[in-house]
């Protein structure tokens, strides 16, 4: 049995695209990126945490809002706060933003991930204390809410198709009745 790097007895929650998480209870959370995003956002005095899986900068007057940066940033924060922090005190760590299908052209839905977190903290003046943004790997990422520890691990190649899997298997259940143009795949 093998020790837990962030500490004993604390519930694993998976984040998947869209998805906002925010803890008072010490958690681990836990999400696979390509070119999407994740922010995880801490209150250190609160020792309250969350995280969320940004699919698309920016903003939408759609229904399903928690897939694009403005309204995931906003529903995190307010679900932290809800839980005890105090948004003047709020770090943010980011990770993901990668261009893993070199096929892609600049800017890539990675690369715009990664200019609207860094501008929406900026703005906000949340302090980013932490990131790894860009590059062409997938990482695996490990929050830990209570203590701020984040461990990101680069995915090699063979996880490629589990996120393109993740990525279509959304997008056909959650805009079966949304027209599309144009070519692009996003995970």
């Known amino acids: 049995m093998h020790a837990d790097p962030h500490g004993p007895h604390r519930p694993h929650i998976r984040i998947y695209i869209g998805d906002v998480v925010a803890c008072a209870e010490p958690s681990i959370l836990q999400t696979l990126l390509g070119s999407c995003v994740a922010v995880c956002l801490r209150d250190p005095i609160a020792r309250v945490g969350g995280m969320n899986h940004i699919l698309l900068p920016g903003d939408s007057n759609q229904g399903r809002t928690s ?8 529903l995190l924060i307010n679900a932290l706060m809800q839980r005890g922090a105090d948004r003047r005190r709020l770090v943010a760590k980011a990770f993901g933003a990668a261009n893993v299908v070199a096929a892609l052209k600049s800017p890539t839905v990675g690369d715009q991930n990664a200019i ?4 929406f903290l900026a703005r906000e003046r949340i302090p980013l204390v932490a990131k790894r943004l860009g590059g062409t790997h997938a990482v695996q990422v490990h929050f830990t809410t209570d203590t701020g520890r984040t461990i990101v691990h680069t995915v090699d190649g063979s996880r490629l198709p589990i996120i393109l899997e ?19 795949s996003l995970f």
């Open 67 to 74: 897939r694009f940066g403005v309204h995931a940033m906003e």
């Open 166 to 184: 993740a990525e279509t298997t959304y997008l056909s259940s959650h805009f079966a009745d949304e027209e599309f143009s144009g070519e692009a």
């Open 116 to 119: 609207f977190v860094r501008e």
